[in-house]
């Protein structure tokens, strides 16, 4: 088992920024690609940003190109989300994920950390 928490999460003014964080633990967080994950109330869940476990290769949605950077850390089991000029439309529940290789399905999710943008 693979267990996820996230956290930097809040309330933030348009235009400003916010660093998500994802620890993981339980067993080996080196081999997973992980993934953000983000659901707005009433919305389906959509993927966010995504990065392989060597940090090589990255996806990013369209909606956050530019403004969105992930990256990880392997040494610390953790990744992260840096989410810069931030829009109200960015609001949403985020969630970390993590799969055990590009395209395969995410097998472990977090609890999900509110972020809320205010115009």
């Known amino acids: 088992q693979l267990h996820l928490v996230e956290s930097g999460g809040g309330l933030v003014q348009a235009g400003g920024s916010l660093r998500l964080s994802c620890v993981a633990s339980g067993r080996s967080f080196t081999s997973y690609t992980m993934g953000w994950f983000r659901q707005a109330p009433g919305k389906e869940r959509d993927a966010v940003a995504q990065i392989v476990w060597s940090g090589g290769s990255t996806y990013f949605a369209d909606s956050v190109k530019g403004r969105f950077t992930i990256s990880r850390d392997n040494a610390k089991n953790t990744v992260y989300l840096q989410m810069n000029s931030l829009k109200p439309e960015d609001t949403a529940v985020y969630y970390c994920?993590?799969?055990?290789?590009?395209?395969?399905?995410?097998?472990?999710w977090g609890q999900g950390t509110q972020v809320t943008v205010s115009s």
């Open positions: 994920a993590a799969a055990p290789n590009r395209g395969a399905v995410y097998d472990y």
